[in-house]
């Protein structure tokens, strides 16, 4: 079955930086498109970026562009997010995620990993 493990969050001053991972199993993960999404108290969960496994095509929500970057490691079935310049409202639970390439819905999840940005 797939299983996607995220780690690397923590505590960081506004301007700092983190990198996540997100260490995947069990999928076909050629077919796949692997996303993170951010969740913050009291807000719903929002999507941050995304990366086609095969062809490394990435795609970034307009709030972390340029700040942000996803990318992934095939020999290691990893996948990143580099975190720059990193703001108090990034502040939220990280999850990552992944759905079959077509599909509308991602149906496999992490547990998530907290970032919290102090001011």
């Known amino acids: 079955q797939v299983q996607l493990v995220e780690s690397g969050g923590g505590l960081v001053q506004a301007g700092g930086s983190l990198r996540l991972s997100c260490a995947a199993s069990?999928?076909?993960?050629?077919?796949?498109?692997m996303g993170w999404f951010r969740q913050a108290p009291g807000k719903e969960r929002e999507f941050v970026a995304h990366i086609v496994w095969s062809s490394t095509i990435t795609y970034l929500a307009d709030s972390v562009k340029g700040r942000f970057a996803i990318s992934r490691d095939s020999a290691k079935n990893t996948v990143y997010l580099q975190m720059n310049s990193l703001k108090p409202e990034d502040t939220a639970v990280y999850y990552c995620?992944?759905?079959?390439?077509?599909?509308?819905?991602?149906?496999?999840w992490g547990q998530g990993t907290q970032v919290t940005v102090s001011s």
């Open positions: 995620a992944a759905k079959i390439w077509g599909s509308s819905q991602y149906h496999y």
């Open positions: 069990g999928g076909a993960f050629s077919k796949f498109v």
